[in-house]
Nanobody, 117 residues
Framework: QVQLVESGGGLVQAGGSMRLSCAAS????????MAWYRQVPAKQREMVASITDDATAVYADSVKGRFTGSRDNANNSVYLQMNSLEPEDTGVYYCYAERLLDTRVYWGQGTQVTVSS
């Protein structure tokens, strides 16, 4: 089992910055892919940033150049640095992990990010 705990959400004004953290209950060296997803009401959950075990990052077009995802193996954590936030970035952000051993997927409980205009 892998438990993921997100933190760092809240309310920020447009143009501001925020950093999300996701702490895993296991060594993330056992996690092939970690990612951040965003969900807004009446829409499907969408991938925002994905970071593989070799630190390769992939971003949704809507956040390229503004968001940066990173992995910290020493602290078993993954982060999402969000800059130049826009009201459209508002949503619940979920941490995602795909285990290396069997590709089983785990989700965190989500953290709310609200960007005011």
């Amino acid at each position: 089992q892998v438990q993921l705990v997100e933190s760092g959400g809240g309310l920020v004004q447009a143009g501001g910055s925020m950093r999300l953290s996701c702490a895993a209950s296991v060594s993330i060296r056992t996690i092939r892919n970690m990612a951040w997803y965003r969900q807004v009401p009446a829409k499907q959950r969408e991938m925002v940033a994905s970071i593989t075990d070799d630190a390769t990052a992939v971003y949704a077009d809507s956040v390229k150049g503004r968001f940066t995802g990173s992995r910290d193996n020493a602290n078993n954590s993954v982060y999402l640095q969000m800059n130049s936030l826009e009201p459209e970035d508002t949503g619940v952000y979920y941490c995602y992990a795909e285990r290396l051993l069997d590709t089983r997927v785990y989700w965190g409980q989500g953290t709310q990010v609200t960007v005011s205009s």
